[in-house]
């Protein structure tokens, strides 16, 4: 990235506003291997902490912001499929057993589904910054 290019990344948003937290994060920690999710998930979605990572690495912070985003599935079977096709779930497989991953997320995701029309809905806020890298020392 050359002096005044512009970096961005996205992160969770406030954890009450991310049903991630509770209908997949729980699997994660629960069958996942010791120490595969150890420290805080959601640490650079603090306040401040994303800004500091961006001065840290010699860039201005100029932009934040965050905006809710719906993952939907059709059934619970599809939300279960779709999540153990997730890059982390694959540890948890390893460790615990596809079946007991399944097992898992279908009691963490049935909440989540409609009654009348059987939709798992998962809502989640997706938080993003924006840095502009300084100019190099001259």
Not at 2 to 10: D, E, I, T, V, Y
Not at 17 to 29: C, E, I
Not at 124 to 135: D, F, R, S, V, Y
Request: glycine share 10%; with cysteine.
């Amino acid at each position: 990235l050359k002096p005044g290019g512009r970096f961005a990344m996205s992160f969770w948003g406030d954890p009450s506003r991310v049903d991630l937290w509770t209908s997949w994060v729980p699997m994660l920690l629960e069958l996942g291997p010791p120490g595969e999710a150890d420290g805080d998930l959601l640490a650079i979605g603090k306040p401040g902490v994303a800004e500091r990572y961006l001065v840290e690495h010699g860039f201005e912070p100029s932009a934040r912001s965050a905006t809710m985003c719906a993952i939907e599935y059709a059934s619970v079977d599809d939300a279960v499929r779709a999540n153990i096709a997730n890059g982390p779930a694959w540890g948890c497989i390893q460790h615990s057993g596809i079946e007991a991953v399944e097992q898992r997320l279908r009691e963490l995701l049935t909440p989540l589904q409609s009654e009348t029309t059987g939709v798992v809905r998962q809502n989640n806020e997706m938080a993003w910054i924006t840095g502009q890298l300084n100019a190099e020392p001259g």
